[in-house]
């Protein structure tokens, strides 16, 4: 997977570098790459932003930095993104498909009061929203689509991480789980999970997956 990052911020992204990321970046395992937009501006002061027409608070950015940074990336199979609360809010689905369909993805990050309609219009495939609630920037939401997407990636998830009882795998939450010590604060792992019974293990965690979805979030159970 190659994910092309533009922003006015590439120094945002430094945590993508550590832990789990930073060792799949270190085996090659994907390829990210930081493009500053400031850089392709063509205006004397390497201005990237300006009022807005119609009047309104703020100020957007200007559409030639965006479009020769996202065309100086672009290829035949790149997919483009745009980070906005205009968009499908990401849900654990879209990400898995995102990471089947596409091996290069060009991720777009405004900031103010975000970009010119027509960079929209013009270069952007697909805009997603990580939830409905409005930020600073674009930065941090492309931070949750990549990590959520990367964890797709062969190898990415080493020893200490699986994806085969998480929770939304199989669009419910995730049983409720211990480990040692068996008593803590007075309080004891469920007798079922050190019994040894592999059958009523697994019964157990059905139970409690449908119960805690029950509990924290009854929508899913109704899709
Ligand atoms: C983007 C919020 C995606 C939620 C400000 C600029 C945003 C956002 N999802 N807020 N972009």
Request: glycine residues 6%; hydrophobic residues 35%; contains cysteine.
């Amino acid at each position: 997977m190659k994910i092309d990052i533009l922003t006015l911020f590439p120094e945002m992204f430094e945590p993508l570098k550590s832990s789990i990321l930073g060792r799949a970046l270190e085996k090659n395992l994907f390829e990210l790459n930081l493009i500053d937009i400031r850089e392709f501006s063509l205006d004397k002061h390497k201005k990237v932003d300006d009022y807005i027409f119609g009047g309104g608070d703020g100020m957007l950015m200007t559409p030639q930095p965006l479009y020769d940074a996202i065309m100086s990336v672009k290829t035949d199979d790149s997919h483009v993104i745009y980070m906005s609360p205009k968009g499908n809010v990401l849900t654990q689905s879209r990400v898995k498909n995102i990471s089947d369909q596409y091996n290069h993805l060009i991720i777009v990050c405004g900031h103010y009061e975000g970009i010119d309609q027509r960079i929209i219009d013009l270069c952007v495939d697909e805009e997603i929203s990580i939830g409905d609630y409005v930020l600073t920037g674009g930065e941090l939401p492309a931070m949750v689509l990549v990590d959520s997407v990367l964890r797709y990636v062969p190898q990415v998830l080493g020893s200490e991480t699986s994806m085969v009882d998480e929770s939304f795998s199989d669009g419910m939450l995730e049983y409720p789980q211990y480990t040692r010590p068996r008593v803590f604060m007075g309080m004891e792992v469920p007798e079922v999970l050190i019994s040894g019974n592999h059958a009523e293990i697994a019964k157990w965690k059905e139970k409690q997956k449908l119960s805690e979805t029950q509990k924290h979030r009854p929508d899913l159970i109704k899709k």
